[in-house]
């Protein structure tokens, strides 16, 4: 009843709508505007109480309804189908596309994994092919460095063999001197009458006068012949000193002009300071000489000390010294002589050096200039630098100019390279900085600590060393 009720609610609801469309139609269709239609349906309707239930529909309206409901059915139905088949169309696409999606997520995770692998292979290709080439740099450094000193050997062992050429024929000479010297002591002597068959009148006498008869014969084997031995018979270092000159003085230009170059080079890798870097191989060659001087010094007395108990002969005690320590270069302790100049440049207030690297990068530099240095004061006259200072004055004589100097400036800015001095005079000029306003400041400022040790160990070296000569001067 509930329904029935609901139904009856719903039928009086469009009915009140069919009929206020009427009236409205009615009215605005004018004055014979759905009258004919209101008479022929409407009216019998009414008329036959449309609330019966014996009341149908008219057979137009019947049929029109069903057709519009048939095609609805099938438009529904045909839309149902096509709408099921694209459901199904989409679903096979959306599974056929998660495939794909998996198919490509799993490529890309093995791309990722292979190009991980790549990266780290290729990371430990280069880490390796980096460190090969450093170690190939540093051995073609070294090889470089073997094949100049194997050079410079060479060069020693060219100037080595000239030089036992010409003491082989100075040998032939003096022994042939030797030979004639003896055919004619053989002749004086079997000239001059003894004086021992002259007195042979009795044994008293003979006894008496045996003392003079064994130091009679010792002025004539030992004295008589001092001054030609003297005169013929030259010392090994008188008979190499031009040669081992002429050596020195070459491989001082070649430390000036190949040497210097490559630890300047060397240097430029810690030091950005082009003056600096001057500035710290000038006092390495300073020092150098320096130590090298007073290591030969304290090397000859400790020749002379030997020397001079067993000493016998014509030649006098200096000259055996001089030819002992020219045969005996070799025992020159040269690591000292480093050690000993890189602690006095350490303490030297006018260069400094980055903290991360020492002077001992110049170490090899160090060894030869000591070597040579060494081999100078061997020779007759000794070869040996001037004192040089900072702010003073111009010497053409001593210096010559840097190409980036001021060549108006009187004064001496910093010293490139020190001359080469023999006897006062000037052998070999060295090279200098002139700029105008220099002075002879130091550009680092030492602390109370370092500059006393440095005064000390100066002065201590000083105080054990003999009194310097005039014409050997300490830097």
């Excluded at 053989?186 to 006498?205: A, E, G, T």
């Excluded at 430029?268 to 010094?297: G, P, W």
């Amino acid at each position: 009843m509930g329904k029935l009720c609901e139904l009856i609610e719903l039928s009086s609801k469009v009915q009140g709508q069919l009929f206020t469309a009427l009236n409205l139609t009615a009215t605005q269709g004018g004055t014979y505007g759905g009258i004919e239609t209101l008479k022929g349906r409407l009216l019998p309707w009414l008329g036959n109480t449309f609330l019966a239930s014996g009341a149908n529909v008219s057979q137009d309206t019947s049929l029109s309804l069903m057709k519009e409901s048939i095609d609805k059915d099938r438009e529904m139905s045909e839309l149902k189908s096509k709408h099921d088949e694209d459901v199904l169309r989409l679903e096979v696409e959306l599974n056929a596309t998660m495939g794909e999606l998996k198919d490509t997520h799993t490529q890309l995770n093995d791309s990722q994994a292979e190009l991980t692998k790549t990266k780290t292979e290729t990371g430990g290709d280069m880490l390796a092919s980096e460190e090969e080439i450093c170690i190939l740099r540093a051995d073609l450094r070294i090889a470089r460095d073997d094949a100049a000193r194997y050079r410079r050997q060479l060069n020693v062992i060219g100037d080595f063999e000239r030089e036992i050429d010409r003491l082989r024929s100075e040998v032939n000479i003096l022994r042939s001197e030797k030979e004639i010297e003896q055919d004619c002591l053989i002749r004086v002597r079997s000239r001059s009458p003894s004086p021992i068959r002259r007195r042979s009148p009795s044994p008293i006498r003979l006894r008496s006068l045996s003392p003079i008869r064994l130091r009679s014969p010792s002025p004539i084997r030992l004295r008589s012949p001092s001054p030609l031995r003297r005169s013929f018979s030259p010392t090994r270092a008188d008979l190499t000193n031009s040669i081992r000159h002429s050596r020195l003085v070459a491989r001082f230009n070649d430390l000036y002009a190949v040497d210097r170059l490559d630890m300047q080079d060397r240097l430029r890798r810690y030091v950005d300071d082009d003056e600096m870097v001057k500035r710290i191989i000038f006092i390495s060659v300073c020092e150098s000489f320096h130590v090298a001087k007073m290591a030969y010094r304290s090397f000859r007395l400790r020749a002379r000390k030997f020397l001079s108990p067993i000493h016998r002969g014509p030649i006098s005690l200096e000259d055996t010294v001089s030819d002992y320590i020219v045969r005996n270069l070799d025992l020159y302790d040269v690591e000292k002589s480093v050690d000993d100049v890189i602690r006095s440049m350490n303490v030297n207030p006018k260069i400094s050096f980055p903290p991360e690297c020492e002077f001992a990068l110049l170490s090899p530099f160090i060894r030869e200039v000591c070597r040579v240095a060494y081999e100078m004061q061997a020779l007759e006259p000794s070869l040996d630098i001037p004192l040089a200072t900072d702010g003073e004055l111009m010497s053409e004589v001593k210096y010559r100019r840097s190409y980036d100097s001021e060549f108006t400036a009187p004064l001496v800015a910093f010293h490139v390279w020190p001359a080469l001095m023999e006897d006062n005079s000037v052998l070999i000029k060295g090279e200098c900085t002139t700029r105008r306003g220099a002075l002879s400041s130091p550009r680092r400022s030492p602390s109370p600590n370092r500059s006393l040790l440095g005064s000390t160990s100066r002065s201590s070296l000083r105080s054990r060393s003999r009194s310097l000569s005039p014409r050997r001067r300490l830097y």
